[in-house]
């Protein structure tokens, strides 16, 4: 039986996973922890501690309070927040990732982070980019998902911490907004599609980047840390992606649902430079191949369920 702590349980990931790993072993069993406690579900359906990832003692007392047995931590600054503030990026990714790195340690729990796309940079190969690569990242993000990597790597290969990660691209959901990531535009283009018929855009057109719908991710999340460890031959992290667009392409495929959407720009050359510099698609084989991955939303499906998720939050009647 699993006995999970999730750090950053109130994030974009972690709203959804919390709920999703409660259904699957129970709400008790999912200890929901984040900076501070809202009314959302993931808060009010089980336990929740606040825990702010930089005090281990604090992490290390909620941990052993709860008695774990596998940590989950999501708590991290996004890319384009990251840039723009560096120092405290470094200090809550990193300095959060070796706390929940040292409480696994302690309580020999199971351990999940994710990585993502902006792990690799601009000399990395762009198309279909290998699992084993080269990774020399130019954003303060990129540099954190790598160094986070190594960590958790190290963890397992010199403490034998069960230390496993997944390389996300853009996630894409209808429940909690991201903020501050380069890749959040896949996001607010269906929002305000929906609200004003129109998007301003602040990737530019024809720049390409991964993307997955979150049941996708959560899925991809469950499948790893159930999989045979005797089957891994990479740890952290694995690329995994379910489709790779451009904004154009996003909008074509809103215009199918809502043929008035306009799609207009004015590029940010801070997210714009860290867009160019990730790759246009990555390759997702190793995970096919050591654990099974798959998905299921295509560009397609996934606006179509986005719409029709979205569609009652605004009240508006729009052609489909
Ligand atoms: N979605 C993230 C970002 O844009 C990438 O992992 O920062």
């Not at 927040?81 to 200090?91: G, H, Y």
């Not at 990714?93 to 309580?107: C, I, P, Q, R, V």
């Not at 303060?140 to 390389?167: I, P």
């Not at 809103?254 to 940010?268: A, E, Q, R, S």
Request: glycine share 6%; net charge negative; with cysteine.
């Amino acid at each position: 039986m699993k006995r999970i702590l999730i750090t950053g349980a109130l994030g974009q990931i972690g709203s959804e996973l919390t709920l999703k790993l409660r259904d699957i072993y129970g709400a008790d069993n999912v200890i929901a922890t984040d900076i501070k406690k809202n009314d959302s579900e993931a808060a009010q359906s089980g336990p929740f501690e606040v825990v702010d990832v930089t005090d281990l003692k604090r992490m290390g007392e909620v941990a052993q309070k709860y008695q774990v047995d596998t940590i989950m931590h999501l708590a991290a600054l996004l890319s384009a927040t990251a840039e723009a503030k560096p120092v405290f990026a470094w200090n809550l990714n990193m300095g959060g990732l070796l706390n929940a790195l040292e409480t696994a340690k302690e309580l020999k729990a199971q351990f999940f982070t994710p990585s993502s796309i902006g792990a690799f940079g601009p000399t990395t190969p762009k198309d279909q980019t290998p699992q084993d690569t080269i990774m020399r990242p130019t954003t303060m993000y990129g540099v954190n998902k790598v160094a986070g990597e190594l960590l958790a790597d190290y963890y397992y290969h010199k403490y034998g911490v069960d230390t496993r990660g997944l390389r996300f691209p853009g996630l894409i959901s209808y429940v909690a907004l991201p903020g501050g990531g380069t890749t959040d535009y896949a996001v607010e283009i269906y929002y305000e599609a929906l609200k004003n018929g129109r998007y301003t855009c602040y990737i530019d057109k024809g720049t390409y980047m991964d993307m997955m719908y979150m049941p996708d991710a959560l899925n991809a999340i469950v499948d790893l840390m159930e999989a045979d460890p005797s089957k891994l031959i990479h740890r952290n992290s694995f690329n995994v992606t379910a489709m790779s667009f451009d904004p154009e392409e996003i909008a074509a495929s809103i215009k199918k649902h809502i043929p008035g959407f306009k799609l207009m720009y004015d590029v940010d050359p801070v997210r714009q430079q860290i867009a160019e510099s990730w790759p246009n698609s990555i390759d997702a084989t190793a995970a096919k191949e050591e654990w099974g991955f798959t998905f299921e939303y295509d560009l397609d499906k996934m606006t179509k369920d986005m719409i029709e998720k979205l569609k009652p939050k605004f009240q508006m009647k729009i052609s489909s």
